[in-house]
Nanobody, 115 residues
Framework: QVQLVESGGGLVQAGGSLRLSCVASGGLFSINAMGWYRHTPGKQRELVATITSGGTTNHADSVRGRFTISKDNAKNTMYLQMNGLKPEDPAVYYC?????????WGQGTQVTVSS
């Protein structure tokens, strides 16, 4: 079973930056997909960005050009660099790992943006 631990959330002023990290451990597969989702109370969970084991990335339109997903395979760590944070970005950000039909989630990390 894959375990995911996020970190890096916090409070930042609008226009500021944060970098989220997700460390994966457990039954990792060489072929997988990982990603970041975010959830705000009263709204549906939203896909932020994904990255495949081959390094192909995809970013939601709402964050493209501001957020960048990446990973360090040697450290089993995925990142989300968030620049130009906006008032609509606050949420709990969750790390996701998918492989062989099994999806695992982290516990989430809170991102708050002050105007």
């Amino acid at each position: 079973q894959v375990q995911l631990v996020e970190s890096g959330g916090g409070l930042v002023q609008a226009g500021g930056s944060l970098r989220l990290s997700c460390v994966a451990s457990g039954g990792l597969f060489s072929i997988n997909a990982m990603g970041w989702y975010r959830h705000t109370p009263g709204k549906q969970r939203e896909l932020v960005a994904t990255i495949t084991s081959g390094g192909t990335t995809n970013h939601a339109d709402s964050v493209r050009g501001r957020f960048t997903i990446s990973k360090d395979n040697a450290k089993n760590t995925m990142y989300l660099q968030m620049n130009g944070l906006k008032p609509e970005d606050p949420a709990v950000y969750y790390c996701m790992h998918a492989a062989v039909g099994v999806i695992s989630w982290g516990q989430g990390t809170q991102v708050t943006v002050s105007s």
